[in-house]
């Protein structure tokens, strides 16, 4: 009889056993939809019931091939923002659940081609070629992951690179009134990154389509186009498209950073960010605060900059320098959302209208611009010859003032003035002309020995550029220094010194000014 029952349960343990395998490895064929029904809509939002399990930001899918995002997920019903045209839907159309989160295309087949937040072309050149996925909204890297700033992000921009260094993995802001340079700073910085080795992301949020159009233009005309990806939303987009625009732009970005490369993105501009989600907000009924912005307009924008940053060594080394762009109403940096941005980046490039009324371009205020990573990311060879620089240019904007009343000014007074003056020449540069490193340090350096001093206001152009060409003379071994964080030497700088003196030697000294006339030049 044992032998009976034994056999009996080996029969049915083995019967369990092949009916588990079974169970395992069946696929079920039929997939369980969730389909709810709009209630209402409105300009760039939609109401929906009937989705009990939807979960916040999830994709939602609409008839006529449109998706929303599920921003407010209430017991009764969801406020979705909508990514496309809405206009052919109505109250009664059916929405389905996705069940994921709203992402983007991502790799090397997206170098050099436009396109818009959810990965579409707007180039024409056919379907987007990606190697993964990535969803548009991530966590910021953690703090144990990331590595100090200390490579420059040189920027081709004399001014900047001198006096308000930018390092790969920095937050750095450009803001200033409309008009005034802040997308051109943007652009030379993208073009001198040619040959180093640097990819860029532009995202153009909210933007004129001729805007839009000349920048494309531009790149394309320079060769950046090559090594950029552009990422664009114009002003009649819906507004829930414009508020994804920037965390795409940097998804796209990230997938580069992590796989070791050094990547810049410009976000043009966060003003009509902040707007779009305002409009949002509004309209999904959240409560405004402050200028009737919604609380957590910090938030959407401190999660979307901590983005940036430069990984360690061991996790790829790669980095993501930001420079977001913002616009300011009547010079107002006191304003809550240039504020917001302020507190959160390390530093600021300021562009004033008074110097762009001037013809001082770029239209940089050096007194309200910083770096907040500073000298650190700074290459060694800049502040050999631009540490006192920035002081220099201080005290001549404060004495300026003075001499403009016609006051009578004692010598060493004038000298500084006339000083200042040659700086300000100097730190003047046209746009998209980016200037090499060398040729940087050349000019810095005969600059900050007084070399220009002697040569007329009205020849400074000439002057510079004589030395800027002479710049092309330094040794090859000196120019490779100079790019490295190897401090130089006596000789280098001796060099240099030579090699710029020798270039204005064919600019004839200017007058010496009667004492009782210098105040009454014109600044």
Same mark, same amino acid.
Not at 12 to 24: G, H, K
């Given at each position: 009889m044992n032998k009976?029952?034994?056999?009996? *349960?080996? #029969? %049915?343990?083995?019967?369990?056993?092949?009916?588990?395998?079974? *169970?395992? #490895? %069946?696929?079920?064929?039929?997939?369980?939809?969730?389909?709810?029904?709009?209630?209402?809509?409105?300009?760039?939002i939609a109401k929906v019931s009937g989705l009990p399990s939807a979960g916040s930001e999830e994709v939602l899918k609409f008839p006529g091939d449109l998706y929303g995002i599920a921003f407010n997920v209430d017991e009764a019903e969801i406020g979705v923002v909508l990514l496309g045209d809405y206009w052919h839907l109505h109250a009664g159309d059916e929405v389905e659940r996705t069940g994921h989160v709203v992402d983007v295309p991502v790799g090397d087949g997206l170098i050099g081609r436009i396109i818009n937040p959810m990965g579409r072309p707007l180039d024409g050149k056919g379907p987007v070629v990606s190697s993964a996925r990535l969803p548009v909204e991530r966590p910021a890297a953690p703090i144990m992951d990331r590595a100090p700033v200390t490579v420059p992000l040189q920027t081709g921009i004399k001014v900047i690179d001198a006096l308000i260094p930018v390092g790969r993995g920095q937050r750095e802001l450009i803001l200033g009134d409309r008009r005034t340079g802040k997308t051109a700073v943007a652009l030379d910085t993208i073009l001198n990154q040619r040959d180093q080795d640097v990819l860029c992301v532009y995202c153009a949020i909210a933007q004129r389509t001729s805007g839009v159009a000349k920048v494309i233009a531009t790149l394309r005309e320079k060769g950046a186009l090559e090594y950029t990806i552009v990422v664009v939303t114009e002003g009649n987009d819906p507004p829930g498209l414009v508020y994804t625009a920037p965390y795409a732009a940097t998804s796209i970005a990230e997938y580069f950073m992590a796989q070791g490369r050094d990547v810049l993105i410009v976000y043009d501009d966060l003003t009509h960010h902040a707007r779009a989600y305002r409009e949002l907000s509004l309209l999904l009924r959240r409560p405004p605060g402050r200028e009737a912005f919604p609380g957590d307009i910090f938030y959407i924008h401190s999660r979307l900059l901590e983005r940036a940053t430069r990984l360690r060594p061991d996790l790829g080394g790669g980095s993501l320098t930001a420079l977001p762009i913002i616009e300011t109403e009547a010079e107002d940096i006191s304003a809550y959302i240039p504020t917001n941005l302020i507190s959160i980046t390390d530093g600021q490039i300021y562009l004033s209208p008074s110097l762009f009324e001037l013809g001082v371009l770029p239209a940089i205020d050096v007194s309200k611009s910083v770096s907040r990573v500073g000298g650190k990311a700074q290459r060694a060879a800049y502040r050999a010859v631009a540490g006192d620089l920035k002081l220099a240019y201080a005290q001549f904007e404060e004495l300026e003032t003075f001499a403009r009343f016609g006051a009578r000014l004692d010598e060493d007074t004038r000298k500084v003035i006339e000083h200042g003056r040659r700086i300000r020449a100097c730190l003047k540069q046209p746009e998209f002309a980016p200037v090499s490193v060398p040729a940087q340090i050349a000019i810095l350096r005969a600059v900050t020995d007084g070399f220009f001093d002697k040569v007329p206001l009205e020849q400074m152009t000439d002057a510079e550029q004589a030395v800027r060409m002479a710049a092309a003379d330094i040794p090859d071994d000196v120019v490779e220094r100079l790019g490295t964080a190897e401090p130089l030497s006596n000789a280098d700088l001796e060099t240099i010194i030579d090699i710029a003196r020798q270039a204005l030697v064919a600019f004839p000294p200017k007058p010496e000014p009667r004492p009782d006339a210098v105040g009454k030049e014109k600044a």
């Open positions: 009976v029952a034994d056999s009996v *349960r080996d #029969a %049915f343990d083995s019967a369990f056993a092949e009916i588990r395998q079974a *169970r395992e #490895a %069946f696929t079920p064929q039929l997939k369980t939809r969730e389909i709810g029904t709009i209630t209402s809509v409105a300009t760039g």
